[in-house]
């Protein structure tokens, strides 16, 4: 069975940072590329960012590129979402999947991260 465990969100005040992970199981996660999306309170799902297989590619949303950054460890099954200067409109319920862009799909419970002061 193919799971997805995200953790790592908080609340953080404007500017701060977090450090998200996904741990997957059920699958060989080393030959899948991986994303992050998000859900903001009343909105779709948003594609964040992707990262290849082998983590030798990655793509970012423009709203996030240069304060995001995707990685994943194959060794440890799992992967990460560093987020930088942080803002109130990255509040959001974040989630990783399986795939390279992918929105929808399997995802895990996901992990919330509120920015507020």
């Known amino acids: 069975e193919v799971q997805l465990v995200e953790s790592g969100g908080g609340l953080v005040q404007p500017g701060g940072s977090l450090r998200l992970s996904c741990e997957a199981s059920?699958?060989?996660?080393?030959?899948?590329?991986m994303s992050w999306v998000r859900q903001a309170p009343g909105k779709g799902l948003e594609w964040v960012s992707s990262?290849?297989?082998?983590?030798?590619?990655?793509a970012y949303a423009d709203s996030v590129r240069g304060r995001f950054t995707i990685s994943r460890s194959n060794h440890e099954n799992t992967l990460y979402l560093q987020l930088r200067s942080l803002n109130t409109e990255d509040t959001a319920m974040y989630y990783c999947?399986?795939?390279?862009?992918?929105?929808?799909?399997?995802r895990g419970q996901g992990t919330q991260v509120t920015v507020s002061s």
């Open positions: 059920g699958f060989t996660f080393s030959n899948n590329d």
């Open positions: 999947t399986i795939g390279w862009r992918e929105v929808t799909g399997v």
């Open positions: 990262i290849s297989s082998s983590g030798g590619a990655v």
